[in-house]
């Protein structure tokens, strides 16, 4: 057991003794810190909430004056305008009236105007937005919003109504949406939206935590692997460790290089996230980790270590049969491309977490760690179900731990080209676990 032990620590003080190691954590982290920040980046380099100015031509003979005037009364009211009218004089004639809404925008007084033609049925002039904008679609959508309230506002006040009459009419319709629960003999009651945002973040976190442990800590297992093969290190190690204890010993102490910087970058989103600043803007989104469930705490961490454990041997006795590194991404690829099609699957399936896809996936194993616990957080399958799930996960483990044990214990001093699977096969028969 001494032995076993001390392959993790020689894997642990091998990668934090690493300058690549180190840069690239240390570079995540920084990439990590620039994101959190990003909001308040942007706020710095903004002017506040911006207001854009639009001008018109004011005159008392003109339909569209009176326009102009009910839409900067419309939006003065508003919290937050985002738009403001300015009127300009009416200079007599509408090419005078053109320059001079043009020499604004060259002063960069206003940012366009308005040209009103003549009426139509709708109770407004034809209204034209000229400006030097190319599209202007979320200013000239401001602006038809603006006419539909002014326009059902005159027609409810011509029919009659009250004051409170219009209050009610224009009184938001809320509609509560809880998730239950249609199993027999499930006392649970079901979960609120906050809920499912919550269960959803976790999800959606737990799944990229997942996908880049395996991609990034089974590739560091499977290359260091090659590199001892490449530089016959393996030859000395297997005169004193067994492989089986080397296998296992790298692939734990790879979990914990892999546990070591999820704890980095953990603290460093916590640090970021409790700044002043930012707690101030994550605050607006009402976010309360209180409302997790245990279990799906319990569940995430039952899926990570045992997705984790499947991929990783697989990783290491690939690894194994490789003799140089130049090779071994070609030789990965069929479990990088597993790992692929179960986090995508996750992924494009929140929502429609109740999909035959996601179901069916959810039992096999290379998929589940991803989708059943995509099923956890945002559905709720029968208990039978998740632990049937688990079980077929635990045995797949249990199958590939012993093939590739013994595809390790053959393949390390198998040197040269690739061996077949008849040769692989054949050596595999001599050795037992």
């Given amino acids: 057991m001494s032995n076993f032990w001390t392959v993790v620590g020689f894997t642990l003080k091998n990668k934090f003794r690493g300058k690549a190691f180190l840069i690239t954590t240390i570079i995540i982290a920084v990439i990590m810190t620039i994101a959190i920040n990003l909001p308040y980046i942007f706020s710095q380099f903004g002017s506040g909430d911006k207001v854009t100015n639009i001008g018109y031509i004011q005159s008392s003979q003109s339909e569209g004056s009176a326009t ?9 009211l508003q919290e937050k305008p985002g738009v403001k009218f300015v009127p300009y004089e009416d200079k007599g004639s509408e090419a005078e009236n053109e320059k001079q809404l043009k020499q604004a925008i060259t002063d960069k007084d206003i940012k366009g105007y308005l040209a009103f033609g003549k009426m139509t049925d709708s109770g407004f002039p034809e209204i034209t937005y000229k400006s ?29 109504l009250t004051d409170k009459q219009l209050a ?4 938001p319709i809320e509609i509560a949406s809880v998730q239950i629960s249609a199993t027999e003999g499930n006392a649970a009651e079901g979960k609120t939206p906050e809920e499912q945002a919550v269960n959803m973040g976790l999800v959606y976190f737990i799944v990229v935590l997942l996908f880049m442990a395996i991609m990034i800590t089974g590739q560091l297992i499977a290359s260091e692997i ?8 393996m030859e000395l190690l297997i005169t004193s460790v067994s492989p089986l204890k080397q296998m296992f010993g790298k692939i734990v102490g790879m979990f914990l290089v892999g546990l070591i910087q999820i704890t980095i970058y953990v603290c460093v989103i916590i640090v970021n996230v409790k700044m002043p600043h930012n707690d101030k803007i994550l605050g607006q989104f009402n976010i309360d980790l209180t409302q997790i469930d245990p279990m799906l705490l319990l569940y ?6 045992t997705g984790y454990f499947l991929f990783a041997t697989l990783f290491a006795a690939v690894g194994s049969i490789v003799s140089r590194t130049e090779d071994l991404g070609q030789a990965v690829l069929p479990i990088t491309m597993l790992s692929l099609a179960g986090f995508y699957i996750s992924i494009f399936s929140i929502s429609s977490p109740d999909s035959i896809l996601v179901k069916v996936s959810s039992f096999v194993p290379f998929f589940s760690p991803f989708v059943m616990l995509l099923r956890l957080g945002l559905t709720d399958p029968p208990v039978w179900e998740v632990w049937a799930s688990i079980g077929i996960l635990l045995v797949t483990i249990y199958a590939a731990v012993w093939v590739s044990a013994k595809i390790y214990r053959t393949g390390v001093l198998m040197y040269g080209k690739r061996p077949s699977f008849k040769e692989l096969r054949k050596a595999m028969k001599a050795y037992k676990i």
């Fill in 68 to 76: 102009g005037e009910k839409l900067n009364a419309y939006f003065e």
């Fill in 132 to 160: 030097e904008k190319l599209l202007a679609f979320d200013l000239t959508s401001s602006i038809q919003t603006g006419l539909q309230a002014i326009r059902q506002a005159t027609v409810l006040q011509d029919a009659g």
């Fill in 226 to 233: 090659t590199a001892e093969k490449s530089s016959r290190v």
């Fill in 300 to 305: 995430s961490a039952l899926f990570y270590l």
């Fill in 168 to 171: 009610l009419l224009n009184a």
